[in-house]
């Protein structure tokens, strides 16, 4: 069973950054693709960011160019740098785990999930 935990969420006005991480309880660490994925209130999961395990890198349209997701393999965590951050930002994020995903910009695709960390972005 892996289990997933988000940290580094906050308070931040626009215009900031914030780094968020997710540190995962397995093993075999490097064989999972991770995403992330936010929640807005009144809104549906939607897809932030995802790193494979295989190396490759995906954004969703919306925050290209202002997030940059990464992985350190011997430490078991993922990363979520967001820059340039706007009130549409904030959300509950959450980061997911998955060992045989074929889209990673999927929510289905992902086996394990965190229990999220809020992001609040001011005006």
């Known amino acids: 069973q892996v289990q997933l935990v988000e940290s580094g969420g906050g308070l931040v006005q626009a215009g900031g950054s914030l780094r968020l991480s997710c540190a995962h309880s397995?093993?075999?660490?490097?064989?999972?693709?991770m995403g992330w994925f936010r929640q807005a209130p009144g809104k549906e999961r939607e897809f932030v960011a995802a790193?494979?395990?295989?190396?490759?890198?995906h954004y969703a349209n919306s925050v290209k160019g202002r997030f940059t997701v990464s992985r350190d393999n011997a430490k078991n965590t993922m990363y979520l740098q967001m820059n340039s951050l706007t009130p549409e930002d904030t959300a509950l994020y959450y980061c997911?785990?998955?060992?045989?995903?074929?889209?990673?910009?999927?929510?289905?695709?992902?086996?394990?999930w965190g229990q999220g960390t809020q992001v609040t972005v001011s005006s």
């Open positions: 997911a785990a998955a060992t045989t995903v074929v889209d990673v910009t999927t929510i289905s695709g992902y086996d394990y």
């Open positions: 790193f494979s395990w295989i190396g490759s890198t």
């Open positions: 397995g093993r075999t660490f490097s064989r999972y693709s």
